[in-house]
């Protein structure tokens, strides 16, 4: 009687045991999604962060999603090569478009894995791809991201202050009118200052309330503007300044999930949002704070439009 009176007593830990044992058996026999990426991207996005995304990403997936390091200046069949390595038989692999012509010589050689392209926010055109390879492109609501940070924008500049929007590559009407109605949709009516690396002066940040930087951050980042920021990068939160309020992340281990959820039963290419940070402790006021939540955790329609800024 004493035993079984034991047993009784471990029975629910025993139980949760199994249970954990269990899933972490299930979790492991799943086949892992594969993200292909390369040096420059590790140093940039850093190894902790990654780390972290890797594990929210495989919790919220329920499979292991493993980063496939790989040198950017290989050749398509070592591309393929990398990453049978990492897997025979993953269940799906991400590539961002610089490996476009690896990640064709993958699908043709494992026709029957899901083999995604991260276009970017500048893609190239396809049509080098044939179209029985069978690839499938993933892309950025560029406009619903742009009219996200025109919304916030207001919101840092206020009203007696100028926005200013930098960025290398022209900024197509499309997306200006996006920006402009996020500006306007919180009661800022002035219009927004286009200005590229290649026409940079001082009078540029005179009484500017906020800087939308996308593309070259590094560039503006460097000159120790004390402007409010929201910035488009894949850069490591923890090397911006702390004029940086809101860091749009776009890169594909921020968009994996939203993508590998998409992509059953999906049509033609899949299209998500960036995933926004926002810094609570370089935001000064509180509603300021609560407005920008509000507007970073809403949901907007999305945009078939595929050019702007380059991240």
């Not at 012509?101 to 050689?109: I, L």
């Not at 742009?146 to 290398?168: E, N, Q, W």
């Not at 998500?272 to 509603?287: A, G, H, N, T, W």
Request: one cysteine or more.
């Amino acid at each position: 009687m004493r035993e079984l009176g034991r047993v009784k007593k471990f029975l629910p830990l025993i139980i949760v045991l199994l249970v954990f044992l269990t899933l972490g058996v299930a979790f492991l026999s799943r086949s892992p999604v594969l993200i292909v990426t390369d040096p420059s991207f590790n140093l940039m996005y850093g190894i902790q962060r990654q780390r972290m995304k890797v594990i929210k990403a495989s919790t919220q997936l329920f499979r292991r999603v493993v980063p496939v390091l790989v040198d950017e200046r290989v050749g398509p069949d070592l591309v393929v090569l990398v990453v049978e390595e990492a897997s025979r038989s993953p269940w799906a692999v991400l590539f961002p478009h610089r490996y476009l012509e690896g990640a064709q010589f993958y699908k043709n050689s494992h026709p029957e894995v899901p083999v995604l392209v991260m276009e970017g926010r500048s893609p190239k055109p396809r049509a080098s791809v044939p179209a029985e390879t069978q690839l499938i492109f993933f892309d950025m609501d560029t406009a619903g991201d742009l009219y996200r940070a025109g919304l916030c924008a207001a919101v840092i500049t206020g009203d007696a202050k100028r926005v200013l929007f930098f960025s290398d590559e022209p900024l197509p009407n499309f997306y200006r009118e996006a920006f402009r109605a996020g500006l306007r949709d919180l009661g800022f009516l002035g219009d927004p200052i286009y200005v590229s690396a290649s026409s940079l002066d001082s009078s540029s940040y005179s009484d500017v309330g906020c800087a939308v930087v996308t593309g070259p951050a590094a560039r503006f980042l460097e000159r120790n503007q004390n402007i409010p920021m929201i910035l488009f990068s894949w850069i490591d939160p923890a090397l911006t300044p702390r004029t940086v309020k809101i860091l749009f992340d776009d890169s594909p281990l921020a968009l994996a999930v939203r993508v590998l959820k998409a992509l059953p039963g999906s049509i033609g290419d899949i299209l998500v949002s960036s995933q926004p940070m926002l810094f609570l402790d370089r935001i000064e006021e509180k509603k300021d704070f609560r407005a920008l939540q509000g507007i970073l955790k809403g949901n907007f329609q999305k945009n078939s439009e595929k050019t702007g800024p380059e991240s």
